[in-house]
């Protein structure tokens, strides 16, 4: 709703401009964000009470949903804190150790690798120093990353959320089930309601400079910042006169490729058994994937189900069965 009443449509509005916005937040506007806040912060806790409900009922899922030893991955303001927009990149092994100390994100060529593979359209990114050889350098990013590697949120209701949130760690260590981004997911959506609720209280939002003269200053630029799914990753090199040269793009759901192979593997693992592949296997495999939020086209949650198509394959290299759902 935010988006639409800046950009005048909720999806892929023409708000931002290079130099700034479009046009300024108008004084009716800014009020009718600060009208809808009470019900969106009353639909965040139901969802976090629903959430919590469903969490002994599904324990079994929430060790087997990806729950494994790897790095995380995310920003963090100067002071440890949740970040979204600006900060330094920290990197954080499993048992809460950091790997990674607070790096300039421009530097993130430094730390990370990709890979390819002859059987993925998509990158493997992968922390060089640990190397990309038997999942050494597999890291996540989004939500439950973004919570394990901060040391606080910021905020009154997100940072007692984010008390309990890890408590599901083992001895005080970072969270590892996949399972949890969702829990991750509502903490944040809850810290996002205060910030907006702060920044509403700001007097110079509606003032009206809001774009400068834009032009080239540099011939690279990088760009970082956490969207909801993860760390993005933006490398843009061009021309005296600002056309692109080379662009490069590293997104989350490329960061997040080798766990969710891994979360794959383990929900296979865990309940695939004798020959076949079931209907509760399908919508168990779907889930362990829709954790990670990946792409549009599977992470929109429409009417119907995510396509999938599995196969079960033997040691021989046969097929055992085949699960096709359009």
Known sequence: EVIRILGGRSVHPAWTVPGGVREPLAPEDRDQIKRGL??????VDLALDLLKDAFDE?????????????????LVTPEGGLEHYDGLLRIMDSDGHQVQDDLP??????????AVEPWSYLKFPYYKP???????????????ARLNVCDFAGTPLADRELRQFRRLGERGKPVTGSFHYHYARLIEVLFALEKIEEVLADPNLTDEHVRSNASVNQMIGV?????????????????EDGILQKVNLIIATGQNNMAMNRTV??????????GGLSEGVL????????????????????????????????????????????
């Open 38 to 43: 009470p019900e969106a912060f009353d639909i």
């Open 58 to 74: 599904n324990s079994a899922e929430a060790q087997s949903y990806g729950n494994f030893p790897s790095l995380f991955m995310g």
């Open 105 to 114: 994100p421009e530097r993130f060529r430094e730390v990370i690798g990709e």
């Open 130 to 144: 640990y190397g990309y050889e038997d999942y050494k350098g597999m890291y996540r990013v989004g939500p439950l």
């Open 223 to 239: 760009g970082v910042s956490e969207a909801p799914r993860g760390t993005l990753f933006h490398e843009y090199h061009v021309n």
């Open 265 to 274: 593997q383990q929900i296979a693992q865990t309940y695939v058994n004798g």
């Open 283 to 326: 919508n168990r495999i779907e889930h362990g994937i829709r954790v990670f939020d990946p792409c549009l086209s599977c992470s929109t949650h429409a009417v119907g189900q995510m396509p999938l198509h599995i196969q079960l394959i033997g040691p021989d290299g046969h097929v055992v069965d085949e699960r096709i759902r359009d």
